[in-house]
């Protein structure tokens, strides 16, 4: 996204997504922070924690305190498919939660980039303690525009969307 | 441990723990899987999916089908603490359930060597679908002869089993 | 940079250089190549060489072909000092070169991020192939303001371009 | 190679080699060392320098003294060709030598997986710094029964040794 179109997505938004590739885009930051959005801003693949609440610290130091951090799959030496190329770290949610108050979400779909796996990687999400899950869904999958091996259809959702409620409740958390 | 005291240990032990630096000890897997003895290979911190299934071939073609796969942490360019050295690899669990039939454990005292994460990933491994979480315990951790950093107490021990308890019941799984 | 400098900058500068961290500011770089100046674009540390390609491409189809690619260290599991985050790809060379004629350079500085290491690896990125080495110099490094442990001096600098032009005649190519 | 062996290689060995794999087999390590033979102990891809010289230690402690290191590439997250896994690590030879005396040797073969490259890394581990490079040569590569990818023939090897030769003279060391 340019610069230029920064007003338009804040009158329709409710929260500004910054790609994972624009993680250390600091201009950028600062200015999507200007807008007093809440803003979602995604872990580049290649970056440690540090860097990550580094570039948060961009948008927090303009007034805007409404970031959440999150985690969509860091680069590793060994995947376990060819087509996926990144790795959820879910470690990253209690280190996070030791040094931030930030929230943190977790996104299986980027991550796995394997629809099979996004359920197992979604619940071991909320059971890391994560204040959210992002999950892509399609009406129809496997004839998605982009990236047709990764999203869940809305059947798997509703049953996804249960078994995340039943985790969260078992460890005491309020679920809305 | 020398392949000459593998008798001796097949006496006593339940089960017998290839550590994840001897997991491409070929020769020694070969040793030890003639035991007959459940074998619990540790996947090494530099390894992928392949080169771990790779490794529990040499026990399975000696006739010793009760191999079980231990995932205790990678290597990966960014860790979260300067004494962390791992990152748990929960993708790792989808992974090998969509490609072996062997039971996966997660151990997340070695994979974090910290604490306070221990249950935040025990939990994630739990919902991940292992089979299994191996948890390092001492009745007095601060004072552990090594890594003192890394194992809970009794306390958290039981608090713990119950809230993993409590998350496989609400997946709907059978707990002992 | 914000975008607003880009004019000012392009008035004095020979070669616009794009840091690691904006390699994938895929409007900045489109800014930036509109100047017709020369372009070196530094990898991503997290990247691979495709994402580095497809980076360059923001420039090429502007028609500014004056583009550098320039090597400064990866990300990877395992540096050699704690105070070393990189990791300096020097088979990379060989790699970008097998899949296009653009340029490229090797930045062992950024990469090392160690004085005593800078000779070695800028001679090994002379001997790999590489059509440059961009070294960082200051005239008393110990009180260099920013990474006082990476710049040589200029005594040290003279010494290791002589050697670098000796390791180039020795292997034909032909130097200014 | 089992322990049996041992006695048998180390009767018409010249140099005993411990493969990556075996790099942590540390019996193996000891039973080879006390043949007082020449061993050279490659780097598991997935170790870092200080896990490496802790192996070596296991030679050195029986006594053994004639340990040469041999870096043959890393697990990295990200590679050139989908064919090569691993990255050479040429920044290992001054952090190597920067702590041990110890005499290391550079693979190019096996880390780059891949004919083309092999040169290029060659000249680059001798510019390096490196006591010796190792390569695999074979008459007839792409015949060859194992790796076919890998191996350089012998016309190559012959005029990739004159291109050595001549860097290393050009840095002033002495060539047998």
Redesign the interface.
């Known amino acids: 996204?340019?610069?230029k179109f920064i007003p338009l997505v804040a009158e329709v938004a409710d929260i500004i997504q910054i790609g994972s590739?624009?993680m250390?885009?600091?201009?950028?930051l600062t200015a999507v922070a200007k807008t007093g959005k809440p803003i979602m801003l995604k872990r580049?693949?290649?970056?440690?924690?540090r860097d990550w609440l580094g570039a948060a610290e961009y948008i927090l130091v303009e007034g805007n305190e409404k970031v959440i951090l999150c985690e969509r799959g860091?680069?590793?030496?060994?995947?376990?498919?060819?087509t996926?190329r990144f790795?959820?770290?879910?470690?990253?949610?209690?280190?996070?939660k030791?040094v931030t108050h930030l929230p943190i979400v977790v996104d299986p779909s980027h991550?796995?980039f394997w629809r099979?796996?996004v359920r197992?990687?979604a619940?071991?999400?909320?059971?890391?303690?994560a204040d959210g899950i992002m999950l892509e869904v399609h009406p129809d999958p496997p004839n998605a525009a982009v990236d047709p091996l990764q999203p869940i259809d809305f059947k798997e959702f509703e049953k996804l969307c249960k078994?995340m409620d039943?985790?969260a409740?078992?460890?005491g958390r309020n679920v809305l």
């Open positions: 996204m340019e610069e590739r624009n250390q885009n600091y201009p950028f580049h693949y290649g970056s440690s924690l860091v680069s590793v030496p060994h995947t376990h498919r060819s996926s790795l959820l770290d879910l470690q990253v949610v209690p280190a996070a030791e991550a796995t099979p796996w197992s990687m619940l071991a999400g909320v059971a890391s303690g078994s039943d985790v409740k078992a460890l």
